[in-house]
């Protein structure tokens, strides 16, 4: 599931330089599920691990760099039941745990396997099973449902205007007035994942197909697939770069990849074990990806090779 995307990394050049290495795998012609040979005008440094979390789904970062994780805190078959368990931690802008349950569920406010979040309008939006939940960002009060009715919402994103959504169950996306009026736009089966680039351009990736598509977000037009499938297990959230190419995290895959800008090149960056919905702090180019069985999240240096 994600912060406003529309602020690019500060790079010095947007030219991507494949240049072809010994020991790596072209694409295979027979649709075998391998990386591409031409590396990735980007790497990842790991800088630290936070441990402590419980099913950690998503994260996402706010101005002032602090980071919040959703936490299912479920058991393997009740990831998306209403058992009123789940809570979102905090992360300081020094990648120390500041607080384990910085919202938590009760009786009065409950919270199911809170999943994918973005932060729009001072609010913090979070996905809530069958529901839209939102609290206010400075304080975690205020918490209200936006909306409901969903089979299972599953990511965010925003355009700086709305709130967009993913309904994994349904294969449906969702553009969210603060109001909570809602409209339908054409998605694949399935769909998880969903980003916005500096364009205004809306992606997503499938859990199911396997594929990376772009959406029409005036909900004219049937989703474009990348054609990537063979490439991947199962797709869980997509971030664009300030190149233009995309990073994507592949769940049962266990690896964050990223695909080139014409939408030909799959490389894999690292290995990591069920990677869930990822977040970045564009000003600090910082990548933070959660370990959703591992229950720790991974703060990683966003470095663009190409300068």
């Not at 936490?71 to 905090?90: F, H, Q, R, V």
């Not at 909570?180 to 089966?189: L, Q, V």
Request: net charge negative; charged share 25%; hydrophobic share 40%.
């Amino acid at each position: 599931m994600k912060s406003i995307k529309l602020n690019p990394l500060r790079i010095s050049s947007l030219l991507l330089l494949p240049v072809l290495i010994p020991g790596c795998k072209e694409r295979a012609s027979d649709g075998a599920n391998q990386d591409a040979a031409v590396p990735s005008a980007w790497s990842l440094d790991l800088l630290t691990t936070v441990s402590g979390f419980d099913v950690p789904e998503c994260t996402v970062s706010d101005a002032g760099g602090n980071v919040y994780v959703s936490n299912i805190e479920s058991a393997p078959d009740e990831y998306w039941t209403d058992d009123g368990k789940s809570y979102l931690s905090k992360i300081g802008a020094d990648h120390k745990l500041e607080k384990q349950r910085w919202l938590d569920s009760s009786a009065q406010a409950p919270m199911h396997a809170a999943k994918g979040m973005c932060i729009l309008g001072g609010h913090l939006y979070f996905t809530d099973n069958t529901r839209l939940m939102r609290c206010d960002l400075a304080s975690g009060k205020g918490l209200v449902v936006v909306v409901d009715g969903f089979e299972k919402a599953n990511d965010l994103a925003t355009d700086g205007q709305s709130v967009w959504l993913s309904d994994t169950a349904a294969g449906k996306v969702y553009c969210i007035g603060a109001d909570g009026a809602k409209r339908e736009i054409p998605s694949p089966a399935s769909v998880n994942g969903l980003t916005f680039d500096g364009t205004g351009q809306l992606f997503a990736v499938s859990w199911d197909l396997h594929d990376v598509y772009q959406l029409d977000a005036a909900g004219k037009n049937e989703p474009v697939a990348f054609g990537l499938a063979d490439h991947f297990t199962n797709l869980d959230s997509i971030e664009v770069l300030a190149d233009g190419s995309f990073l994507v995290s592949d769940f049962k895959g266990n690896k964050v990849c990223t695909i080139s800008a014409d939408r030909k090149v799959v490389t894999k960056l690292i290995d990591i074990t069920t990677p869930a919905d990822v977040g970045i702090d564009r000003e600090k180019e910082l990548l933070y990806v959660p370990s959703f069985l591992e229950g720790k999240v991974s703060v990683f240096k966003l470095r663009y090779k190409g300068e």
